[in-house]
Each structure stands twice: as C-alpha cells, then as structure tokens.
Nanobody, 124 residues
Framework: QVQLVESGGGLVQAGGSLRLSCAAS????????MGWFRQAPGKEREFVAA????????YYADSVKGRFTISRDNAKNTVYLQMNSLKPEDTAVYYC?????????????????WGQGTQVTVSS
C-alpha cells in the first residue's frame, strides 16, 4: 500500500521557480521508481520526469530537460521536482506516481499509485 501527497504548487511568473514535493507512505517506497506527470486543461496526461529508487538514474521529457530536476530522499520518503525557468506552457496539475517495476518508465499505464495532484500556474 502506497499513499502519495503532492505539495508545493502555486502561481509563479514566467522565468520563476517552484519545488514540488511528494510525500509517500508505505512499506516499500525505497524500492519504487518515482515519476512526475502533468495534465493541462484539455490535454492528455504527459510524462515529466522519473527517478529510480537509488536516485542515480533519472529520466526527463524533452520539454523539461535542462530546466527541471527530479530527486528523492528515501529517508524522508519524499520525491522532489525542482522546476526552474518556468514557462506558461508548464501550467498544469502535477502528479507524482510510483512505478513498482523500478524502471522509471515514461508510460503512465505502468505506474501503480497516484497522488491527487498539485496545481502549478505560470503567468506571462
């Protein structure tokens, strides 16, 4: 059983930064890969970033690579998404999710548990 709670979203101007947090509870958090996805109004949910349990392997969507950084602190059962140089097109609800396969896939169908999401709004 895994429960995920996202936080850190808000309204920020273009070029600004936000750090999202995802606090997890569950016995096997440290064995899971973790991912961030986002969904903008009228669009499909899309992959943003993923990280394996060790934290040594990370993956990013081309749209955010170089601007976003995913990290995790297994001692705190928390995964983070540092978002820099934000653009209006980054506006979306951001979700964290667990991949029990441990691979850190970009496919949302392979993630087992999802948080409720946190809203990120970037104004121009």
């Amino acid at each position: 059983q895994v429960q995920l709670v996202e936080s850190g979203g808000g309204l920020v101007q273009a070029g600004g930064s936000l750090r999202l947090s995802c606090a997890a509870s569950g016995r096997t958090f440290s064995t899971y890969a973790m991912g961030w996805f986002r969904q903008a109004p009228g669009k499909e949910r899309e992959f943003v970033a993923a990280i394996r349990w060790s934290g040594r392997s990370t993956y990013y969507a081309d749209s955010v690579k170089g601007r976003f950084t995913i990290s995790r602190d297994n001692a705190k059962n928390t995964v983070y998404l540092q978002m820099n140089s934000l653009k209006p097109e980054d506006t979306a609800v951001y979700y964290c999710a667990t991949d029990t396969s441990g691979l850190g896939s970009h496919l949302s169908s392979l993630y087992n548990y999802w948080g409720q999401g946190t809203q990120v709004t970037v104004s121009s």
